[in-house]
């Protein structure tokens, strides 16, 4: 991926996707998500939401931040990857967001 | 403020339904003698009206979907609509009596992803809850659905309604369900019948009884906090609203009609006639339930209780007036603090301006039992 122009970062990419453990609703912008399994309670700001709308399990991680992050909020690249790593991170270990390193699709099928 | 509150007051502010409980048959196979419901079936929804009701509500920005009845397992659709509930990504809460839940229900519901069961328990002895529920047996076998259930590691909670009848066996009923492993909860609330009959507010606990659910620790945590006197209310309370019903929440029946709140029964619409959302934003009986603050209260703007008082709005409208007083609340908030509401003390100024004596010929009566009207369990 690139970070800033004529620099390669090497980074595994990430493909992420929404759990089917959860509820979920949009309210005036932001995402709000309880975990079925343990009825943890989240809210995602305007951000956050984006990138949770986009998890399709398809699209790169890195492609959604450019996308639908650095393209829609005033935010520098470098600082929405770190981010939206971190975020990734964290709903992962709540078990609401799937992480893989390659296309969801493929994951399951390779299973 | 919690996580919930805030989106609670988001949710108040842009006018968005975030919960709806949704009774989607009033069919039971038990008969409780407590109940309000009609149980013969007038034309439910069929399947592809409930979940046409489903996909609006998703789209209405409902999160909070409980799906109620009568017994939610006599519809034999009930999995089907539970799967397009949560297709919808609903958070979704059922309430029943788990007398035909066995290990294959149980393990739908937890494959399914819901996220609480209510169960009904009226006590831990087979023949008090059995004589209420008129089902022999039945106690039985909510009890082995709660095993099942909480075998596939799903969130149970007992509901114990509390009536005169079973009130003595509260601490047996708590006692079970933390050998279950389940919450508890309780409520002392006896609602008169759908069809205006209120006979069965006889059954509520007296008020004695009440205080003593008040004043336990048990169940309320800390007596003297959740006992003491109300504050004097400021203008905050006075502008605020007085309950959740038709603001962010409100009540759909089996055959469509939308009702601020299961407990209010004031038609607001049908949603076999009109969309959900029309419904929500234009109907004027919400509008008007939406337009009445504390200070619009006819008795209880000037109780002491106003701003702590669970006052419902469905209850008063079932007394007369959605803004009048709901005597029950009167009487909760008078057992928990000692401190009489205003409605108390207007209707005992009310009865020494009546004359002493009244005398009425037998014959023209209406009943026989002059001691089980709904009031008598009331000091008021």
Redesign the interface.
């Known amino acids: 991926m690139l970070d800033t122009p004529g620099r390669q970062i090497e980074m595994a990419e990430k493909y992420i996707s929404r759990s089917s453990e959860i509820a979920s609703r949009l309210l005036g912008g932001e995402v709000m998500i309880m975990s079925t399994a343990d009825s943890t309670f989240f809210t995602l700001n305007e951000v956050a939401s984006a990138i949770w709308q986009a998890a399709d399990g398809c699209t790169p991680l890195s492609e959604i931040v450019a996308d639908k992050i650095c393209r829609e909020f005033d935010v520098d690249r470098e600082q929405a990857q770190r981010g939206a790593e971190r975020f990734v991170d964290e709903l992962s270990q709540h078990g609401i967001l799937l992480v893989s390193d390659q296309p969801l699709w493929l994951a399951v099928e390779s299973q | 403020m919690s996580?919930?509150a805030?989106?609670n007051q988001?949710?108040l502010k842009?006018g968005?339904p975030?919960s709806v409980h949704f009774d989607i048959t009033y069919r039971c196979n038990e008969r409780c003698v407590h109940c309000y419901l009609d149980h013969d079936d007038h034309g439910e929804m069929t399947t592809a009206e409930i979940t046409d009701v489903l996909a609006q509500l998703?789209d209405a920005?409902?999160?909070f979907l409980s799906l109620s009845g009568g017994e939610v397992l006599m519809r034999r659709d009930f999995f089907e609509i539970v799967e397009r509930a949560?297709q919808l990504?609903?958070?979704?809460k059922v309430k029943t009596n788990g007398v035909m839940i066995h290990e294959k229900e149980a393990a739908r519901l937890r494959q399914l992803?819901?996220?609480?069961i209510q169960i009904s328990v009226y006590s831990h002895r087979p023949e008090v809850h059995d004589a209420i529920t008129k089902l022999p047996g039945s106690l039985k076998r909510t009890i082995r659905a709660i095993r099942f259930l909480k075998s596939q590691?799903l969130?149970v909670t007992i509901a114990n309604v509390l009536m005169a009848g079973n009130f003595a066996d509260q601490p047996g009923v708590i006692a079970l369900a933390r050998d279950l492993g389940v919450a508890y909860t309780l409520d002392p609330t006896i609602t008169p019948k759908m069809d205006g009959d209120r006979s069965i507010l006889a059954l509520r606990i007296p008020g004695s009884e009440l205080k003593q659910v008040f004043h336990n620790p048990e169940l309320v945590g800390d007596v003297e906090e959740f006992c003491a006197p109300p504050p004097a209310p400021g203008e905050d309370i006075m502008e605020g609203f007085p309950c959740s019903a038709g603001h962010t929440g409100c009540y759909i029946s089996p055959y469509g009609d939308v009702f601020p709140c299961v407990q209010f029964p004031l038609p607001s619409g049908n949603v076999r006639r009109q969309k959900f959302l029309d419904i929500w934003r234009h109907s004027s009986q919400l509008k008007e339930v939406r337009s009445i603050r504390a200070k619009d209260l006819t008795v209880c703007s000037g109780c002491a209780h106003v701003g702590t008082c669970t006052r419902c709005p469905g209850l008063a409208y079932m007394e007369g007036s959605m803004r009048g007083p709901s005597t029950a609340d009167c009487e909760k908030s008078f057992q928990r603090t000692g401190i009489p509401s205003a409605n108390m003390l207007r209707r005992t100024r009310a009865d020494f301006a009546a004359p002493l004596i009244q005398i009425q010929s037998f014959a023209s009566s209406t009943g026989n039992q002059p001691f089980s009207g709904e009031d008598s369990i009331l000091p008021c």
Not at chain 2, 89 to 92: E, I, M, Q, S, Y
Not at chain 2, 113 to 116: K, N, R, T
Request: net charge positive; glycine share 12%; proline share 0%.
């Open positions: 996580l919930l805030e989106m988001k949710a842009l968005v975030l998703a920005g409902v999160f949560r990504l609903f958070n979704v992803g819901v996220e609480q590691g969130k």
